[in-house]
């Protein structure tokens, strides 16, 4: 193939460089080092051969070009070291009218790398999401990413900070069941991501981490930003591996994501510097999950089925409790749920899995629950618990007779001995169910119960709204406006707190999907996690985050991330200047309080100078227009509330 000489503009000006002065400038894909000498313009190339160090950030001194890193000199127009035979490669230089021209030779076809390959494969996988932020020790998979968004196959969101995006990907992940990444680079940008990556693995969603290294060459000698990241990484990630020149490179994301998606889990995959820009080997190709995983419909055992049939055809005042591992089973839970007239109540992760307003919805269990669940559970005979667990903050009681099913075998009588122990997919085993049940199956009608532990329940709630005093707004005040006015198919990301405590009080889902950092419980969960499930949904529906001012300082910036990708999120801020639910253990704990009041700007101008819509409420009366005002603004909307943190 025969070379050409391709000009590129530099410069619009020669006089925008003056004598005896060097600057950067980009010539096509090339960084040149532009130099004026002695009247004449010339280019070299940019990167000094010893150290990498960029010459058009050096100066002209004595007649030579010094480099900044290391001081060693260049002659600015034929790129020799003066007493050495060595060099910088020079380029040709053309002026026209004032206008400055280099000279290249034609830009050859890129050929593909390792990065290519592997990224092509995460693809061809599904994964088409990543978060993440683009630095020094990850460029070749950032460049592979590029040419991927380029052809439309993938989505590339730039965060803030990294923790954001892998509370990003676990939150997509929470949405759909599928995997998102995120991405970082060497030491600290990849450890950055590690408190996302535990939120995604104890809520058991599947997660793809995939982070850059330093040049293998310098590992263990201490170099700048070294970190072990597969030992750093080794607790939270089920795969954790390093790419090398000889792995096998489609095989190697392939069995990343596999882990990811079979065991619900977190896969982590780290790319040394100089293993990016490698060429793929000649017989390599991407892989793609055709042939390669097994569907999940998981039939129960036999005799584990009839102990279930057996045990609930028995029961008058059954009870289902649905958990998060539940979330893809529910018209097959309700077809059981309806032809028991059972109640159903859920879990703090799976609040939303049965809409409040349905006549066997009896709301949330445990510590931020409704004394409508806790009243129906301790007045039945029988629990049928569909995908939860059993930890303390879940608050299902040990002391009834229970059947458990669960996808994962590990989950079965965890804690304590379970009645009768079902492992099988949730969706097959409640077709199974229904199907052995008996047609005429006699219990308890349970809804007018339901109807009047409703009525109970909402009359202290509306008792409650009537608090009030001169500090702010309380957060009962605050979802019940939020009662009527988030859409009903809004996805909901919460955060944790007080804040937290009270939405799975106060507010009464309808089809709202809810996201939150469950058994990590991590402060900060909910704007990121927003982000994600906007990154999942687009604007096929609603996305909606809460939190406390606590939460959104963690991840404040990230605000400019939804102006710059036209996120139209809704945030609803619970703003108490305090780390109120700490406030009120160390109260519990019979402690002086110390140390959580916080110092705030006014967040709603903070928004707005991001670009945002930001509006703050102090009174009540104010509460529900600025929130209809928000819901209906075309972009990214937060509404600060300045509320009582003792009205919770």
Same mark, same amino acid.
């Given at each position: 193939?025969?070379?050409?000489?391709?000009?590129?503009?530099?410069?619009?000006?020669?006089?925008?460089?003056?004598?005896?002065?060097?600057?950067?400038?980009?010539?096509?894909?090339?960084?040149?080092?532009?130099?004026?000498?002695?009247?004449?313009? $010339?280019?070299?190339?940019?990167?000094?051969?010893?150290?990498?160090?960029?010459?058009?950030?050096?100066?002209?001194?004595?007649?030579?070009?010094?480099? *900044?890193?290391? !001081?060693?000199?260049?002659? /600015?127009?034929?790129?020799?070291?003066?007493?050495?035979?060595?060099?910088?490669?020079?380029?040709?230089?053309?002026?026209?009218?004032?206008?400055?021209?280099?000279?290249?030779?034609?830009?050859?076809?890129?050929?593909?790398?390792?990065?290519?390959?592997?990224?092509?494969?995460?693809?061809?996988?599904?994964?088409?999401?990543?978060?993440?932020?683009?630095?020094?020790?990850? @460029?070749?998979? =950032?460049?592979?990413?590029?040419?991927?968004?380029?052809?439309?196959?993938?989505?590339?969101?730039?965060?803030?900070?990294?923790?954001?995006?892998?509370?990003?990907?676990?939150?997509?992940?929470?949405?759909?069941?599928?995997?998102?990444?995120?991405?970082?680079?060497?030491?600290?940008?990849?450890?950055?991501?590690?408190?996302?990556?535990?939120?995604?693995?104890?809520?058991?969603? #599947?997660?793809?981490?995939?982070?850059?290294?330093?040049?293998?060459? +310098? @590992?263990?000698? !201490?170099?700048?930003?070294?970190?072990?990241?597969?030992? =750093?990484?080794?607790?939270?990630?089920?795969?954790?591996?390093?790419?090398?020149?000889?792995?096998?490179?489609?095989?190697?994301?392939?069995?990343?994501?596999?882990?990811?998606?079979?065991?619900?889990?977190?896969?982590?995959?780290?790319?040394?510097?100089?293993? %990016?820009?490698?060429?793929? /080997?000649?017989?390599?190709?991407?892989?793609?999950?055709?042939?390669?995983?097994? #569907?999940?419909?998981?039939?129960?055992?036999?005799?584990?089925?009839?102990?279930?049939?057996?045990?609930?055809?028995?029961?008058?005042? /059954?009870?289902?409790?649905?958990?998060?591992?539940?979330?893809?089973?529910?018209?097959?839970?309700?077809?059981?749920?309806?032809?028991?007239?059972?109640?159903?109540?859920?879990?703090?992760?799976?609040?939303?899995?049965?809409?409040?307003?349905?006549?066997?919805? $009896?709301?949330?269990?445990?510590?931020?629950?409704? *004394?409508?669940?806790?009243?129906?559970?301790?007045?039945?005979?029988?629990?049928?618990?569909?995908?939860?667990?059993?930890?303390?903050?879940?608050?299902?009681?040990?002391?009834?007779?229970?059947?458990?099913?669960?996808?994962?075998?590990?989950?079965?009588?965890?804690?304590?001995?379970?009645?009768?122990?079902?492992?099988?997919?949730? !969706?097959?085993? $409640?077709?199974?169910?229904?199907?052995?049940?008996?047609?005429?199956?006699?219990?308890?009608?349970?809804? #007018?119960?339901?109807?009047?532990?409703?009525?109970?329940?909402?009359?202290?709630?509306?008792?409650?709204?009537?608090?009030?005093?001169?500090?702010?707004?309380?957060?009962?005040?605050?979802?019940?406006?939020?009662?009527?006015?988030? #859409?009903?198919?809004?996805?909901?990301?919460?955060?944790?707190?007080?804040?937290?405590?009270?939405?799975?009080?106060?507010?009464?889902?309808?089809?709202?999907?809810?996201?939150?950092?469950?058994?990590?419980?991590?402060?900060?969960?909910?704007?990121?996690?927003?982000?994600?499930?906007?990154?999942?949904?687009?604007?096929?529906? /609603?996305?909606?985050?809460?939190?406390?001012?606590?939460?959104?300082?963690?991840?404040?910036?990230?605000?400019?991330?939804? +102006?710059?990708?036209?996120? *139209?999120?809704?945030?609803?801020?619970?703003?108490?200047?305090?780390?109120?639910?700490?406030?009120?253990?160390?109260?519990?704990?019979?402690?002086?309080?110390?140390?959580?009041?916080? %110092?705030?700007?006014?967040?709603?101008?903070?928004?707005?100078? $991001?670009?945002?819509?930001?509006?703050?409420?102090?009174?009540?009366?104010?509460?529900?227009?600025?929130?209809?005002?928000?819901?209906?603004?075309?972009?990214?909307?937060?509404?600060?509330?300045?509320?009582?943190?003792?009205?919770?």
């Amino acid at each position: 193939m025969s070379e050409k000489l391709v000009w590129h503009k530099v410069l619009h000006d020669k006089n925008e460089l003056p004598e005896g002065r060097v600057m950067t400038v980009t010539a096509g894909q090339k960084q040149i080092a532009l130099s004026r000498f002695k009247g004449k313009i $010339c280019a070299l190339d940019n990167r000094c051969p010893h150290q990498g160090g960029p010459l058009g950030e050096g100066s002209i001194e004595n007649g030579t070009l010094r480099c *900044p890193w290391h !001081g060693w000199d260049y002659h /600015p127009c034929s790129g020799k070291v003066p007493g050495y035979d060595d060099g910088v490669e020079i380029y040709e230089v053309k002026e026209e009218d004032g206008i400055v021209y280099v000279g290249l030779m034609e830009e050859q076809p890129h050929e593909p790398t390792i990065s290519d390959v592997m990224m092509e494969t995460m693809v061809n996988w599904g994964v088409d999401t990543v978060f993440g932020m683009v630095g020094h020790s990850n @460029l070749g998979v =950032a460049d592979a990413m590029r040419r991927l968004e380029k052809a439309g196959k993938l989505q590339y969101y730039g965060i803030r900070h990294e923790g954001a995006a892998a509370f990003a990907a676990s939150g997509y992940a929470k949405l759909t069941g599928k995997p998102a990444a995120c991405f970082g680079i060497a030491g600290p940008g990849a450890t950055n991501m590690f408190t996302g990556m535990w939120d995604a693995k104890v809520d058991r969603v #599947p997660l793809l981490a995939l982070s850059g290294q330093i040049n293998t060459q +310098v @590992l263990g000698t !201490g170099a700048f930003q070294e970190v072990d990241l597969v030992k =750093a990484f080794q607790s939270v990630a089920t795969f954790n591996h390093t790419v090398q020149k000889d792995s096998k490179h489609a095989e190697l994301m392939t069995q990343a994501i596999k882990h990811a998606i079979i065991n619900r889990d977190v896969s982590h995959i780290t790319f040394p510097d100089e293993v %990016q820009f490698t060429a793929k /080997p000649e017989k390599e190709q991407a892989q793609t999950s055709e042939g390669r995983i097994t #569907p999940f419909t998981i039939s129960p055992p036999q005799e584990m089925l009839e102990n279930a049939v057996g045990t609930t055809i028995k029961t008058k005042r /059954p009870v289902i409790v649905v958990g998060h591992g539940a979330r893809y089973s529910m018209p097959g839970i309700m077809n059981i749920a309806e032809k028991m007239n059972c109640p159903v109540i859920t879990t703090f992760k799976a609040k939303g899995l049965i809409a409040d307003d349905h006549p066997l919805g $009896c709301g949330v269990l445990g510590r931020s629950g409704t *004394p409508i669940a806790s009243w129906f559970m301790n007045e039945s005979d029988l629990l049928i618990v569909f995908g939860a667990s059993f930890s303390n903050h879940t608050g299902i009681t040990p002391k009834k007779p229970i059947i458990q099913v669960d996808f994962d075998p590990m989950a079965l009588s965890k804690f304590h001995k379970i009645d009768v122990a079902v492992w099988g997919e949730i !969706g097959v085993t $409640c077709k199974l169910l229904q199907q052995a049940l008996p047609e005429k199956f006699v219990t308890v009608d349970q809804r #007018p119960e339901i109807a009047l532990r409703w009525k109970i329940w909402k009359a202290e709630k509306a008792s409650r709204l009537k608090d009030t005093n001169q500090r702010g707004i309380s957060s009962i005040a605050v979802f019940d406006a939020m009662n009527r006015i988030t #859409p009903a198919n809004a996805v909901i990301a919460v955060d944790v707190g007080n804040n937290t405590y009270s939405f799975g009080r106060y507010f009464e889902c309808k089809n709202q999907s809810i996201l939150m950092s469950g058994y990590l419980g991590s402060i900060g969960f909910a704007l990121p996690a927003a982000m994600g499930a906007w990154a999942a949904v687009k604007n096929s529906r /609603p996305v909606w985050s809460v939190s406390g001012d606590g939460g959104l300082g963690q991840y404040l910036a990230e605000l400019t991330t939804l +102006v710059k990708y036209n996120m *139209p999120i809704k945030h609803i801020l619970i703003n108490n200047s305090e780390l109120g639910k700490i406030s009120k253990e160390q109260r519990t704990s019979e402690l002086e309080v110390w140390q959580t009041g916080l %110092q705030n700007p006014n967040f709603a101008d903070f928004a707005t100078n $991001c670009g945002a819509l930001g509006i703050r409420v102090e009174k009540r009366e104010d509460l529900e227009a600025a929130m209809q005002k928000i819901k209906d603004h075309d972009g990214p909307a937060l509404l600060d509330i300045v509320c009582d943190v003792s009205l919770i």
